[in-house]
């Protein structure tokens, strides 16, 4: 039986962030990579809110919460950091990113994404990944990465629409 995703049940998001930065902080000290201020900045934006944001959305409140307006080629170098280090996944159908739950190992990106509300949710699924190992070995195909992008709708617009 498949568990229901984090961010799909209630949660404390405050801790949330705070255990993503925290997270993000320990694993790059470990692999002697630098979180910047603005690096962190742009990864605490990322997890405001499990909804993907794309670049100039970013840009938008990192302009919002500074005096200075950060050019986009900032904006991406960090997101390119962060994507380098398994910290953000880019949602490609959307060209936004989204936190990563489990940044401390790489792992295939498999998303659901509601079309209601924009909620994004990354789910790990081994037996997921095996099929799609499997299938593409049996076409004879070499697999270099994959990302699968499932869109619906979450609980809770389920059941609003129901309402």
């Known amino acids: 039986m498949t568990q229901t995703p984090i961010a799909l049940r209630r949660h404390n998001h405050g ?3 705070r255990s993503a930065l925290a997270s993000a902080r320990a694993l790059c000290g470990e ?7 603005l690096r962190a900045q742009v990864l605490e934006l ?3 809110s499990h909804k993907p944001l794309g670049a100039y959305q970013l ?6 919460a500074s005096t200075r307006r950060v050019a986009p080629p900032t904006v991406y170098r960090a997101l390119d950091f962060l994507l380098e280090q398994g910290l953000i996944h880019r949602i490609n159908g ?15 990106n498999h998303f659901l994404l509601c079309r209601a509300c924009g909620v ?3 789910l790990e699924s081994e037996a997921l990944t095996q099929t799609i190992q499997q299938n593409t070995k049996d076409a004879g195909f070499l697999l270099e ?11 809770d617009c389920r059941s609003s629409a129901h309402d």
Do not use: F, I, K
Not at 31 to 37: F, S, V
């Open 15 to 17: 801790l949330c962030v």
């Open 31 to 37: 692999r002697g990579a630098r979180l910047t201020p």
């Open 46 to 48: 990322v997890w405001q």
């Open 59 to 64: 840009m938008d409140r990192l302009a919002e």
């Open 94 to 108: 959307l060209n936004a990113y989204v936190g990563c739950p489990s940044p401390e190992h790489r792992h295939p």
């Open 120 to 122: 994004a949710v990354e």
């Open 145 to 155: 990465h994959h990302s699968l992008e499932v869109t619906g709708l979450c609980p």
